[in-house]
């Protein structure tokens, strides 16, 4: 018994001993808690976690490409000219992300870059001069075809409400669009947003005799820039759906049917979507003899057939387009300037508060709105029609050209009425707004797995 006792006080002292030294070294480090090492994670686990969660998606089925809140990368209204902002010549939506934006009360806000008015910028417009850029035709070249003012080039589009900085560079557009492939589809008004893409690029190549511009076939354009392996292509397709020529020299536009050579543009990174300004033709404009739909001809009201195309336009990218790979956009339609709002020698925009009668029917936008919404992919509406509307000055008008291809003479410019293009854009000129808007949406919403 007394040997047990002994061995029981040995064990009792020699855990208060134990106690005593871990009391003393609690005491020595601070009094802090002591911890195994072990049981802790290590200090790059939490990182890692945060890494690994999938990027944010575009929000689907976007109404606006921009409108973006201003906690997450907003546009901000870039200052009057002369004012010094920071940054090259350019302006690139690939700035860092601004300081958010309120209304006043500490509500954060959305910010549609849409919105706004034009600024007269010398400084920092034109992006590029036309004469460096070889293959813009003759259609846009509007100072080359003897237009005298030079104004038209120098206006920046700057956004209201919106709390940040945004700049473009074309080396940066190139940086941005490297080992990407951008294909415009639609009519001549996206043949004029390719041309100036081509050119915004063309212009900030290091060497521009690693550029290649090819024109597949009359409906295929391509621009490379080979170091960049970087590609902007344009195929002609004014409906989106097919319009084929009988032997009878018939036209049929199939409403049911896109081209088959948009199966080409599958696998694209960004797809640009147009159509709007050939649905409006009529009489001897009108491109069309027959309406067809599931194999026989039918009779229907204009508007009708613009609906049920671009449905069908909609539900061929919900079943080609791979929505992780690829951006889809549709680019709304770019307004005319005739009638009551004539842009014959206009050489200044119009105030943003100025009354402008709208020229392309509001029900057929609602179709256009209505399909983008109904999409399982989503697509991300370039809303560039006020902007645009704006821009009276920006037409070539009477310095464009002739049925033959060469520059109007000066017997038709006197005439008008019946020369004056007032559909298509002088560049450099509004196209390349809507392609700085393009790669501010690029930059801004990017899919979860392509990063432009």
Known sequence: MDSLATSTARRWALCALLCLCLFSAGLLLGSRPFFFPALLPP?????????????????????????????????APAPDAGSGYPGSD???AAAPAPAPASDGDGERRECDVFDGSWVRDPARYPLYEAAECPFLSDQV??????????GYEQWRWQPRGCGGGARLDGAGALEQLRNRRVVFVGDSLNRNMWESLACILYTALPDRSRARVHHASSEHKIFRAMDYNCSVEFFWSPFLVQLETKQDRTKVLKLDQLPAMLQQVIGADVLVFNTGHWWTHTGKLRAWDHLERNGMLVKMEGEEAFSRALRTWARWVDHNVDQTRTRVFFRSV??????????????????????????????MVSIVEGSIRSMRTPATYLNITRLSELRIDAHPSVYSINRDGKPLSLEQRRRPVVYADCSHWCLPGLPDTWNVLLLASLTRYPSSNVHL
């Open 334 to 363: 770019s307004p005319e300037h005739k009638g009551a709002n004539w842009c014959y020698n206009q050489t200044a925009p119009i105030a943003a508060d100025e009354a402008i009668v709208p020229w392309f029917p509001k029900s």
């Open 141 to 150: 070249t509007c100072r080359r075809n003897g237009r005298p003012d030079a």
């Open 90 to 92: 350019e302006e690139l």
């Open 43 to 75: 200090p790059w686990e939490h990182f890692s976690r945060l890494q690994q969660q999938p990027a944010l998606r575009p929000p689907p089925h976007a109404a606006t490409a921009a409108a973006y809140h201003d906690h997450d990368d907003s546009m």
